[in-house]
């Protein structure tokens, strides 16, 4: 099963994720969380990314792509992976369908989370407020000024992609305002 989720910045598509992972024994690529990985282990894709996720900007296509197609050739993949802040563009998504024809793969769904902006900015500033008083550590972009920006790149950039899969015939939308085990269940119901 090889699934994309969509949808902006602190939609839940880390979580539901988690429990797709959980439920069919596939495998989660998050693309910020690869990068991190990167930019911890001081490779050099992390060094790229470094100071332009810090400023809640798009690493390229290149590095992005090259990221994902070398990790789905893991053997952990083979029963299938969800993709998760990737693609984040409409050429991503080209490149994507490219590079997954050359491995003889294509997807199975691309489920977007469809939520309120507004929502988005309380949810995100609740989730920093826990984090801080549980003695955790935020993300670097976890700041209301990073947000912003990356909710307009999503709008500009990631928002077309609703568009491009509803033309393949791939897009499927579930209300990503309902509680966490609601939109699980939607999602179940798509994958039937
Ligand atoms: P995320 O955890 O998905 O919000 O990603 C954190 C940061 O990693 C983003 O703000 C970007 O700088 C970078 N990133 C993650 N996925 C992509 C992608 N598909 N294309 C470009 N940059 C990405």
Known sequence: MRLILLGPPGAGKGTQAQR??????????????????????????????????????????????????????QADCQKGFILDGFPRTVPQAEALTRMLASKGMKLDAVIELKVDEDALVRRMETRVRETIAAGGQVRADDNPESFKKRLVEF????????????????????????????????????LG
């Open 155 to 190: 709008r500009e950039k990631t928002a077309p992609l609703s568009s491009y899969y509803a033309g393949t015939g791939e897009l499927r939308t579930v209300d990503g305002m309902k509680p966490i085990d609601a939109v699980t269940k939607d999602i179940e119901t798509i």
């Open 20 to 73: 797709l992972v959980e439920k069919h024994g596939i495998v989660q690529l998050s693309t910020g969380d690869m990068l991190r990985a990167a930019v911890k282990a001081g490779t050099e894709v992390g060094l790229k990314a470094k100071a332009v996720m810090d400023a809640g900007q798009l690493v390229s296509d290149d590095i992005v792509v090259g990221v994902v197609a070398d990790r789905i050739d």
